[in-house]
């Protein structure tokens, strides 16, 4: 349980800095730390239900976009002010880092395919999620931007 909340306190803080890197305004900074602390915790929440790392990086990528959809529609601002922050406790870099030291330093061919089969599955699973809210709020935006019209006729 410890392990849990130092992990969650390091997702709200290590978006804080990825916001702050990509210059959002101040009055956004908040948001963006919320969003990648909630993807974060929708992950370890998903993972406690599944091991299959493609499943568990779907749902919590699929939420840090359907949270940054959100969060942009009410801010007004664009949707990648939120996503960046949102998913970067998502992203695989010690993954990546290991299979590369296990590749090319260590020469221990199978270890470095299976942090990379690891590493692949949790990107694929982010970007689906990604690219599934994307869809669906693109279809529902053109819906209710049909719906008005009929409404106004």
Not at 9 to 33: E, W
Not at 103 to 131: C, P
Request: glycine content about 8%; aromatic content about 12%.
């Amino acid at each position: 349980m410890k392990e849990m909340i130092i992990q969650i306190i390091s997702a709200f803080v290590g978006s804080l800095g990825f916001a702050i890197l990509y210059n959002v305004k101040k009055t956004n900074l908040v948001l963006c730390m919320l969003g990648g602390g909630l993807t974060w915790i929708v992950c370890l929440c998903a993972s406690a239900f599944s091991e299959d790392l493609f499943v568990v990086n779907i749902i919590a990528g699929a939420f840090g976009a359907c949270y940054s959809e959100i969060m942009a529609g009410i801010r007004k601002v664009p949707k990648t002010i939120f996503i960046l922050p949102s998913i970067i406790p998502l992203v695989p870099g010690s993954g990546l880092y290991y299979s590369m030291i296990y590749l090319f330093f260590e020469k221990q061919r199978d270890v470095a395919e299976t942090y990379g089969k690891n590493t692949f599955l949790t990107v694929s699973g982010i970007a689906a999620g990604l690219v599934l809210v994307s869809v669906i709020f693109k279809y529902v935006r053109r819906f209710l931007k049909k719906r008005k019209k009929l409404k106004e006729v």
